[in-house]
């Protein structure tokens, strides 16, 4: 499985991005899928998955602001960030499980395939 993110930028505090992640592989629709994100110094975070059947889970930090889903038919996640703030400013990371049908996991190490990471600056 091959995993490319796309989307970041440089944008306000307030302001809006939407991240990709378009995913290689047949089984792409059955595996739970994640984004995580690292700032400078600090450790790769939780943002949020999404689930094979389309639920979804967050941390706290971005409950109501960020929201994630899925195309199936295009193998791929979206992020959709909005009310961003300058905290928001890391490499952001998608990740899929290795296997089908798993549910949400919020450590790293639950994630066998990511991305290459894609930069989102929030200027305050």
């Known amino acids: 499985v091959q995993l490319q993110a796309s989307g970041g930028g440089l944008v306000q505090a307030g302001g809006s991005l939407r991240l990709s992640c378009a995913a290689s592989?047949?089984?792409?629709?059955?595996?739970?899928m994640a984004w995580f994100r690292q700032a400078p110094g600090k450790e790769r975070e939780f943002v949020g998955g999404?689930?094979?059947?389309?639920?979804?889970y967050y941390a706290d930090s971005v409950k109501g602001r960020f929201a994630i889903s899925r195309d199936n038919a295009k193998n791929t996640v979206y992020l959709q960030m909005n009310s961003l703030k300058p905290e928001d400013t890391a490499v952001y990371y998608c990740a899929i499980q290795g296997r089908s049908f798993i549910s949400i996991v919020v450590e790293p190490t639950g994630y066998d395939y990511w991305g290459q990471g894609t930069q989102v600056t929030v200027s305050s």
């Open positions: 999404i689930f094979w059947s389309g639920g979804t």
């Open positions: 592989g047949r089984t792409f629709s059955s595996r739970t």
